[in-house]
């Protein structure tokens, strides 16, 4: 077991964590980024990005390895592998994150960039054809399926919104859910239901996720009354039954809404002072990699002013006025 001091911790190399890393080093801060995985986040998950400004078209991995090179430019240490335990607030306002092995890396401030998980059917094809024609976000990925029919599965608002938004691209799109009732406010229904390029298949569970030559070609699907098994023809299958913000490794109160997003103020900062948040782990309309490079941006340069104003004996400035009510 070893122990690091650095000035800040953020916790995540996706793309929020990455960027937040260029930023904090561009400051002369002693930066580190710690990462269970590869840097890189949901990037590694997806194949093409074609809506990040400035990259009309580039690989997933390509994007991610841009973004981590610029980060250990500007001087932020990258840790791959390392898994986190906890994060805990020290008496002295500093903070401690253990890891998996026992170390602990010592900081006064942090920024939570762990991002969340898209809950996973789980089925046989699902993880083969990622990025082949199974999708987790609609925004990234339906300009890829102009003219096509597909499929989204899911019963919430989540699920019966990007159905909705998919019909711009997708001649038609299948609407699987598991349920006879949809969990989706009415309105959100009610739009979904008027829209002709939809089709709904209620009381159904995707089974297997099919293809040929590395693409997908339909979902095996099976009523779960009847027991009645098919195939349905489908170049891509959007998965909206989930998404889980990686806040777990958080010791002690922190204020969330409902689904468990980090509430933070228009700095990034959360309820604790000094523990910031940025990317898909905390409260916000959509997420996209512009955004968590943006949170991130913001981030940083807010933990510069934050350890600046320790420094100069002016204490920890207290988190503004959270921008949502914490939920419940």
């Known amino acids: 077991m070893a122990s690091f001091d650095y000035d800040v911790v953020i916790i995540g190399a996706g793309p929020a964590g990455m960027c937040a890393g260029m930023y904090a080093g561009r400051s002369m801060l002693r930066t580190v980024v710690l990462e269970q995985g590869l840097p890189g986040g949901e990037l590694l998950?997806?194949?093409?990005?074609?809506?990040?400004?400035?990259?009309?078209?580039?690989?997933?991995?390509?994007?991610?390895?841009?973004?981590?090179?610029?980060?250990?430019?500007?001087?932020?240490?990258?840790?791959?592998?390392?898994?986190?335990?906890?994060?805990?607030?020290?008496?002295?306002?500093?903070?401690?994150?253990?890891?998996?092995?026992?170390?602990?890396?010592?900081?006064?401030?942090?920024?939570?960039?762990?991002?969340?998980?898209?809950?996973?059917?789980?089925?046989?094809?699902?993880?083969?054809?990622?990025?082949?024609?199974?999708?987790?976000?609609?925004?990234?990925?339906?300009?890829?399926?102009?003219?096509?029919?597909?499929?989204?599965?899911?019963?919430?608002?989540?699920?019966?919104?990007?159905?909705?938004?998919?019909?711009?691209?997708?001649?038609?799109v299948w609407l699987i859910h598991r349920r006879d009732e949809f969990r989706a406010s009415k309105i959100v229904q009610q739009r979904l239901f008027a829209n002709p390029k939809i089709e709904v298949i209620r009381d159904t569970v995707v089974?297997?996720?099919?293809?040929?030559?590395?693409?997908?070609?339909?979902?095996?699907?099976?009523h779960v009354k009847t027991g009645e098994r098919r195939d349905l023809p489908s170049t891509g299958i959007f998965i909206f039954v989930g998404f889980s913000p990686n806040t777990g490794v958080i010791d002690g109160h922190v204020e969330h809404d409902a689904a468990g997003y980090l509430l933070t103020d228009s700095n990034m900062q959360t309820s604790i002072p000094g523990l910031f948040a940025a990317g898909d782990v905390r409260v916000q309309l959509t997420r996209q990699v512009t955004t968590a490079v943006g949170d991130a941006t913001t981030a940083a340069i807010a933990v510069e002013k934050y350890l600046t104003a320790r420094k100069n004996g002016e204490g920890a400035p207290a988190p503004m006025p959270m921008l949502m009510r914490k939920a419940g």
């Open 207 to 222: 089974e297997k996720i099919a293809g040929a030559d590395g693409l997908m070609t339909h979902a095996s699907l099976r």
């Open 45 to 172: 998950n997806t194949e093409v990005i074609e809506d990040y400004i400035g990259f009309e078209h580039i690989l997933g991995w390509e994007l991610a390895e841009k973004f981590n090179s610029h980060a250990m430019k500007f001087g932020a240490e990258i840790r791959t592998s390392v898994r986190v335990g906890k994060v805990r607030k020290l008496a002295d306002g500093s903070f401690e994150t253990t890891v998996e092995n026992g170390d602990a890396f010592r900081s006064p401030a942090v920024i939570v960039t762990a991002g969340g998980t898209p809950v996973k059917l789980e089925v046989p094809g699902e993880i083969e054809y990622a990025g082949k024609g199974v999708s987790y976000c609609a925004i990234c990925d339906g300009a890829f399926f102009k003219g096509h029919t597909i499929a989204v599965v899911g019963g919430g608002d989540a699920a019966c919104e990007e159905a909705d938004f998919l019909t711009r691209y997708a001649d038609k």
